[in-house]
């Protein structure tokens, strides 16, 4: 990006001061307003991000890593856990007082830019050389970019590989199935043993759902920010799964619910009770971790029966930057820091999805844990065969999970039909994102 845009002192130094009140909040701003934040400040940033405590830790150890390097600049890192951190976030922003540098996720990128609370990153001087366009892609929208991905992950079907052999089946070739096949083996595999074939959570998940759609030529949403899925085919993702509780692929309604709520630790797949689930692949080792064995990744479904693959790189975060940043300089230092320097990468390693910067991607492969190496083989697998990404969701997009998982919900315990509950979501998810 190399360009730096001059302005003059940040709303967030004014309020700092006391001068601005309330009225002056970013998120009253104009959405087209140019400029933002300081070119040289007084070098203090305030750094969010979410994850767990082992994130963290490293964190903490690049933020050390990068304040030896840079002189005169000091950082008041803040860590929560992902719930708590969009609260937090919210308020901060609200009252004028967001993070200089934080980590966003693609949900609800497009709402903070559209509040006007984040900075384009254009205006910072950051080295995107080695960042392939069609990642840099996912975060820019209106012709300016508002996140850079920290790194990439896909979807993946993880397998028990001991189910399934203890099923008397083998492990389909996921090149070439279909969700017929899919259908088939998780019955199977039921009514095999004691195991599910699947434990159904994913299949309220948006995201499953877009990869299903764009299967079709479809997608969750468009460019311009509407429902870009036809009724049919969500009528026909929502019979599939009604048909997988028929079979006995999956397990009672009331099992199903049980399972979403008791967490990913205690969900079928990690506790040996359920042969496959779809997950991201930086998700592998955490599963691993629970069940004390081996998984196998598995392409999702469908991939060569429609009229495109349906599966992308998905950005697993973004770096970004407050439009209120007390100093530009300090905080472009700071992301490229994190973006492009060994330290950096060697610390991360895969836990913000594989580096987006392709050069350390490839350095950082012969160290990576087993788990991470497993998702970064299935990409590198994966890659050739990919579409392009889906656009960055619109406003309002950050409700679809819990709508999706409500209109699940009630389909699959019998009180609505596969209609009504297309209808149902569509209908609250317009009302969300403001679409006609």
Known sequence: MRKANPSGVSRRTLAKAGILGAAASPLLAACGEDGGGADEGDGELDFWWW??????????KIIDAFLAKNEGITIKPSPNEFDAYWDALNVSVSGNNAPDVLQQDERYLRDYADKNALLP?????????????GTIK??????????????VNSL??????AIVEAAGLSLPDDKSWTWADFMQFTTDISAAGDAVGNSAISFSNESLFNVFARQKGESLYTEDGQLGFT?????AWWQMVLDLR????IPEPSQIVEAFAAGQDQAPLA???GATEFYWTNQIGAIQSVLGSDLVLLRVPGETE???PGLYLKSAMYWSVSRTVSDKAAAGKLVDFLLNSDESLDLMLGDRGLPSNTAQRERILPQLPPDQKLGADFIAALTPDLAEGPPVPPVGSGTAADIMLGVFETMIFGDTTVEDTTKAFMDQLNAEIGAA
Request: aromatic content about 6%.
């Open 51 to 60: 994850g767990s405590d082992p994130r963290h830790e490293y964190t903490q």
């Open 121 to 133: 990153l254009e205006e910072l001087d950051l080295d995107l050389s080695n960042i392939e366009e």
């Open 138 to 151: 996912t975060g820019q929208f209106d012709g300016k970019t508002y996140g850079i991905p920290t790194g």
């Open 156 to 161: 993946c079907l993880l397998v028990n590989p």
């Open 231 to 235: 009724e049919a085919t969500m009528n």
């Open 246 to 249: 028929d079979s006995g692929a």
């Open 271 to 273: 506790t040996g009770t």
């Open 306 to 308: 429609g009229t495109q």
